[in-house]
């Protein structure tokens, strides 16, 4: 039942905001979506065909369905719970906590990125005392976390 709902979800949205579209066989794209509350057809990698976006109720889940290709998904999920920056405020150095590989910018207030980095040790020591913003995305370069960062 919920594959269905998700399935007709989309298809409704979709024909809604681009009824020129027409669309084939309905491609499963995930079984696990417990009670999946809202769901959207967009295109957030911004590579021209839309993407599936839903939030689940159950189990307090947002998944994304990047479209590969017109019929292949492939899901991400994004729970900012899992990446944990410490120490914070910080002096020398922060630590980021995450299972996934991902990008790390340490950007000033008006987001110009200061520092880029894959690792999970950051040398902050050359930055001024201050408040800087922290983005976290994964591979793709997919924002995952925002938080702010206290430099003492």
Known sequence: MKKVLI??????IS???FPQIIFGEQQLITHPA???RSVFAIDLDSNGDNDVLSASWSDSKIAWYKNVT???FIENFI???NIVIFPNPAKKTVNVSYDYDFI?????LSGKALITTTKNTIDISKLSKGIYIVLIKNKEGILQKTDKLVVD
Do not use: G, Q
């Open 79 to 81: 729970d900012d719970n």
């Open 34 to 36: 417990d009670d999946a």
């Open 104 to 108: 790390l910018e340490i950007c000033d």
């Open 70 to 72: 017109s019929s292949v």
């Open 7 to 12: 399935f007709l979800a989309v298809f409704i």
């Open 15 to 17: 024909k809604t905001i």
